[in-house]
Every structure is written in structure tokens, then in C-alpha cells.
């Protein structure tokens, strides 16, 4: 069984920065690559950024490519996504994720609004 709490959203300017956590329980937490993904009211949820077991491969939707980065540490069980030069279509709920066979396992979201 693992649990995802993530944290750090809010309310922040056009251009302003946030940094997200995903703080997991469990042992499979190093062994497992981590995702963020996002959802605004109506609409499917959206990958945001991959990462590795290791950190050492990560990959990105377009819309955020260059402007987010995911990062992980190991010994604290926490995955980050560091958001700067925020846009008013990156509001949403954010989501962390883990897929350990056969189950998707999500936290309980984190409210993102980017608005002046």
C-alpha cells in the first residue's frame, strides 16, 4: 500500500514561482518512477513531468518544458515539481502518481491558480 500527500500549491501571480512536494510512504518509493499530472474542472487529466526511479531520466509535457522541473529525493520520499514563469492555463488541481502493477496509486490533488 503507498500514499501520496502533496502540498504547496496556492494562489500565485502570472510569472511568479511555486514549488510543489509528494511526500510517498512505502518501500517502493526509490524503485519507482513518480509523475505529475494535472486536471481543470471538465477535462482530462494531463502528464506533466516524468521522473525516474533514480532522478536520472525526466521528461515533459510541452506546455511546461522550460519552464518545470521535477526532481526526487530518495531518503526523504518526497518527488518536487518546481513551477516558474507561471501562466494562467497552468491552473489546476496537481496530481502525483505511482504505478506499482497492477494499481495506480494518486494523492488527493493540490490546487494551482495562477491569476492576477
Known amino acids: 500500500q503507498v500514499q501520496l500527500v502533496e502540498s504547496g500549491g496556492g494562489l500565485v501571480q502570472p510569472g511568479g514561482s511555486l514549488r510543489l512536494s509528494c511526500a510517498a510512504s512505502?518501500?517502493?518509493?526509490?524503485?519507482?518512477?513518480m509523475r505529475w499530472y494535472r486536471q481543470v474542472p471538465g477535462n482530462e487529466r494531463e502528464l506533466v513531468a516524468r521522473?525516474?526511479?533514480?532522478?536520472?531520466?525526466?521528461d515533459y509535457a510541452g506546455s511546461v518544458k522550460g519552464r518545470f522541473t521535477i526532481s526526487r529525493d530518495n531518503a526523504k520520499n518526497t518527488v518536487y515539481l518546481q513551477m516558474n514563469s507561471l501562466k494562467p492555463e497552468d491552473t489546476a488541481v496537481y496530481y502525483c502518481?505511482?504505478?506499482?502493477?497492477?494499481?495506480?496509486?494518486w494523492g488527493q490533488g493540490t490546487q494551482v491558480t495562477v491569476s492576477s
Open positions: 512505502g518501500s517502493t518509493f526509490s524503485i519507482s518512477a
Open positions: 521522473i525516474s526511479s533514480d532522478g536520472g531520466i525526466t
Open positions: 502518481n505511482v504505478y506499482l502493477p497492477p494499481q495506480d496509486y
